[in-house]
T-cell receptor, first 115, second 119 residues
């Protein structure tokens, strides 16, 4: 079964510090893509970063980086230099080849950045 | 570039009533998705269209939910009759990726969602 697990319902971080949000997945399919989305209180899902299962290097996008450990089936999101505007829900998601492009989402982690 | 448009943003109805949500995807996006997000959970796919054809509706409760995308552009999701457990945010998303190859980014672009409360 294909499943995404985010074990941290809520996280706190001090402004300007780094934070890691955990994501593990379960699949036997060798070809897949991993995504992280941010959902602020307004409700819109905002794409942050993508990692393909065959990518050799960890993905980075500005202050976001993805710590991809394929053997452990984990794809943790690292946010460096946290800002107050980073407070939001964060979702890890997967896409599988030959499944029409749909994303399967984890339960989410609520991040709160303290001033 | 205009984003994914959804309406209404909020809707309150009583159980057994009907409701419809509308979505206009980003221009040129062939693939359209409807997701249901219950409070405290991640989004769950209800139905996926590619142009005006259904790709995946395996998790759509077909006894009460229906969706259409007649001209391959905008889409309507209907619930009739509504139940208390249908209270959720209904998210529409679109993407350029038609085949959904996992090796491409082809991220989904989401609208702000339609929040349904069933009393």
């Amino acid at each position: 079964a294909q499943k995404i697990t985010q074990t941290q319902p809520g996280m706190f971080v001090q402004e300007k510090e780094a934070v890691t949000l955990d994501c593990t997945y379960d699949t036997s399919d060798p070809s897949y893509g991993l995504f992280w989305y941010k959902q602020p209180s307004s409700g819109e899902m905002i794409f942050l970063i993508y990692q393909g299962s065959y990518d050799q290097q960890n993905a980075t996008e500005g202050r976001y980086s993805l710590n991809f450990q394929k053997a452990r089936k984990s794809a943790n999101l690292v946010i460096s230099a946290s800002q107050l505007g980073d407070s939001a829900m964060y979702f890890c998601a997967m896409r599988f080849a030959n499944q029409g492009g749909k994303l399967i989402f984890g339960q989410g982690t609520e991040l709160s950045v303290k001033p | 570039e205009a984003g994914v448009a959804q309406s209404p943003r909020y809707k309150i109805i009583e159980k057994r009533q009907s409701v419809a949500f509308w979505c206009n995807p980003i221009s040129g996006h062939a693939t359209l998705y409807w997701y249901q997000q219950i409070l405290g959970q991640g989004p769950k796919l209800l139905i996926q269209f590619q142009n005006n054809g259904v790709v995946d509706d395996s998790q759509l409760p077909k006894d009460r939910f229906s969706a259409e995308r007649l001209k391959g552009v905008d889409s309507t999701l209907k619930i009739q009759p509504a139940k208390l457990e249908d209270s959720a945010v209904y998210l529409c998303a679109s993407s350029l990726v038609a085949s959904g190859g996992a090796l491409s980014t082809g991220e989904l672009f989401f609208g702000e969602g339609s929040r349904l409360t069933v009393l």
